[in-house]
């Protein structure tokens, strides 16, 4: 599977919009891109998913330019309970359904 | 949306002792379900891929032998962790996928701690 790079960290405050930018130059056509959110001793929880242009949902957008090598996930006034560890990852349709996390992005909101 | 549950959420054993974690999805049917492990500050490491009814497919450097998955209905597959030793202390993470073969959208279970002393 395809190897994603994100930061490590990024810092906010309380009300401001974040976007955490993902690489993946080595996208598969058949790779869909996922990010999933992780609080500490907690299993991750499915965000967004998208394959191509903007998938919004109620609680983030997913950007993915035309060549699709990165995609932003853009969190809208984020909130202290919004720091997390957030996780983008690549997958297809295809039968194994396999997940392989990268370092993640470690978001810390301030008040 | 759908709810996978594991249990025990945390176990404490003694050395050398085993340790049976169950996964399940509540409300769906999962012939796959995938068991990870997280050391504390580090991303999940997949382990392996369970398939109701067959053998389990296991990732390059983790020993089947030590980490016996059974996936014995489509709503349960369990992870024994055998002769445990302290650095097999870790946080386990199962999940399962929402529709078989067709998204990438998994259900994660809680996490199960283990502290091996």
């Known amino acids: 599977l395809a190897k994603t790079t994100q930061p490590i960290s990024m810092d906010s405050y309380e009300g401001q919009e974040v976007n955490i930018t993902c690489s993946h130059n080595?996208?598969?056509?058949?790779?869909?891109i996922t990010w999933y959110q992780q609080f500490p001793s907690q299993g991750p929880r499915f965000i967004i998913q998208?394959?191509?242009t903007k998938v919004t949902n109620e609680v983030a957008s997913l950007f993915i330019p035309a060549d699709r090598k990165s995609s932003t996930l853009s969190l809208p006034r984020v909130s202290l309970s919004d720091t997390a560890v957030y996780y983008c990852?690549?997958?297809?349709?295809?039968?194994?359904?396999?997940?392989?996390f990268g370092t993640g992005t470690l978001l810390a909101v301030q008040p | 949306g759908a709810v996978v549950s594991q249990h025990p959420s945390w176990v404490i054993c003694k050395s050398g002792t085993s340790v049976k974690i169950e996964c399940r999805s509540l409300?769906?049917?999962?012939?796959?379900m995938f068991w990870y492990r997280q050391f504390p500050k580090q991303s999940l490491m997949l382990m392996a891929t369970?398939?109701?009814?067959?053998?389990?497919?296991?990732e390059q450097g983790v020993e089947k032998d030590k980490f016996l998955i059974n996936h014995a209905s489509l709503t349960l597959s369990t992870l024994t962790v055998t002769s445990a030793h302290p650095e097999d202390s870790s946080f386990y993470i199962c999940?399962?996928?929402?529709?078989?073969?067709?998204?990438?959208?998994?259900?994660f279970g809680p996490g199960t701690r283990l502290t091996v002393t």
């Open positions: 999940s399962a996928p929402s529709v078989a073969g067709v998204t990438y959208e998994q259900y």
């Open positions: 080595n996208i598969a056509t058949n790779d869909y």
């Open positions: 998208g394959y191509k």
């Open positions: 990852l690549l997958g297809g349709g295809g039968a194994t359904n396999k997940l392989i």
């Open positions: 409300d769906f049917q999962a012939t796959t």
């Open positions: 369970s398939n109701e009814g067959s053998k389990a497919t296991y």
